[in-house]
């Protein structure tokens, strides 16, 4: 579960946003696994069907007990909530496939919205240009430009992603933060077009980066406000 491991237990804020809440994976295990509470949750995702599952989902485990429920169908570029409404905004997996500018605009508006003090958890979120696994990925997109989707898996270094949630203006609301680089390592794709690559998963696994590689190999950075207690 990567960050969300380090998400302290027991907290209670006023309100939470889910960016790309799908159908709340997330959300379940912090409510869950870390008794995490709050009054009001805005989950925003642009699939209306993953938000019907969503309600499903809601109905069927009760994640976030007696909170109001807001489930908003959009891109999430401009986000329809009041400036400095959120407690805590999080999200898992998601702004990989967001185009940057929209990425950034999208970072503009959590900077908008979030309340002076709170807490951001971007979960897994940016994937790494650095990652050999991904850059062999875009080689072969690249034999094929007719094909290619230009929003396939946008690629971020650590410096880069800084400087976008600096340029958002992150740090008038949440002074501190950090990006690291998550802890699944990739040298070789696991899949091609689809096609599974022999024995490149158990490989990958076995990696064991130093301290100095991992955010050469890492396949992905977190970004998160900090101290998350």
């Not at 990989?96 to 979030?114: G, S, T, Y």
């Amino acid at each position: 579960m990567g960050t969300w491991n380090k998400f302290p237990h027991n907290k209670t804020v006023e309100t939470i946003l889910e960016l790309g809440c799908g159908h709340d994976r997330a959300s379940l295990h912090l409510s869950k696994a870390k008794n995490l509470q709050c009054k009001k949750y805005y989950g925003i995702d642009i699939s209306e069907p993953l938000l019907r599952r969503l309600i499903k989902f809601k109905q069927e485990y009760d994640f976030f007990p007696g909170a109001e429920f807001n489930l908003i169908c959009t891109s999430a570029e401009i986000l329809p909530l009041a400036d400095n409404s959120i407690d805590l905004v999080i999200s898992n997996c998601v702004f990989m496939h967001i185009p940057d500018q929209q990425l950034r605009n999208l970072m503009a508006e959590i900077a908008r919205i979030i309340k002076p003090g709170g807490m951001f958890v971007f979960n897994h979120s940016f994937h790494n240009k650095a990652c050999p696994s991904h850059q062999i990925h875009n080689f072969i997109r690249r034999l094929n430009p007719v094909s290619r989707n230009p929003v396939y898996l946008k690629q971020y270094s650590a410096a880069e992603i800084t400087e976008i949630l600096n340029d958002a203006g992150m740090k008038n609301k949440c002074p501190e933060y950090v990006v690291e680089p998550t802890a699944e390592y990739a040298i070789l794709p696991e899949t091609i077009k689809g096609i599974p690559v022999p024995f490149a998963k158990s490989f990958n696994r076995s990696l064991k980066p130093s301290q100095a590689q991992k955010e050469n190999l890492a396949y992905g950075f977190s970004a998160y406000s900090t101290p998350l207690a």
